[in-house]
Nanobody
């Protein structure tokens, strides 16, 4: 079993920054692909960023809506994945979830249906 705990959400003005953290425990974090999803009221859950596991460079994914503003990274030593969010917009307001699942080395996972482990979510609110 893998446990995921998100932190770092909050209220920020448009143009500001936040860094979300997702701490993993319980299993071999180093062999799990990780993703950040968000869900706004009345909207589908969407993948905003994903990162593979790999001994090498690996791969990452960003939704078009966050490219150039968000950055996903992982620290294997700390069993933590991060989402740095810059130039935040009101439309980024949502509950953000961290997700994990085994995948092939070097391949990220975008579909929420391929993730078996989820955190509890953290609220991000961007005011205009």
């Amino acid at each position: 079993q893998l446990q995921l705990v998100e932190s770092g959400g909050g209220l920020v003005q448009a143009g500001g920054s936040l860094r979300l953290s997702c701490a993993a425990s319980g299993r071999a974090f180093s062999s799990y692909a990780m993703g950040w999803f968000r869900q706004a009221p009345g909207k589908e859950r969407e993948c905003v960023a994903a990162i593979s596991w790999s001994a090498g460079a690996g791969s990452s994914y960003y939704a078009d809506s966050v490219k150039g503003r968000f950055a996903i990274s992982r620290d294997y030593a700390k069993n933590t994945v991060y989402l740095q969010m810059n130039s935040l917009k009101p439309e980024d307001t949502a509950v953000y979830y961290c997700a994990a699942d085994r995948g092939r080395a070097g391949f990220h996972i975008v579909s929420q249906y391929e993730y078996g482990y989820w955190g509890q979510g953290t609220q991000v609110t961007v005011s205009s």
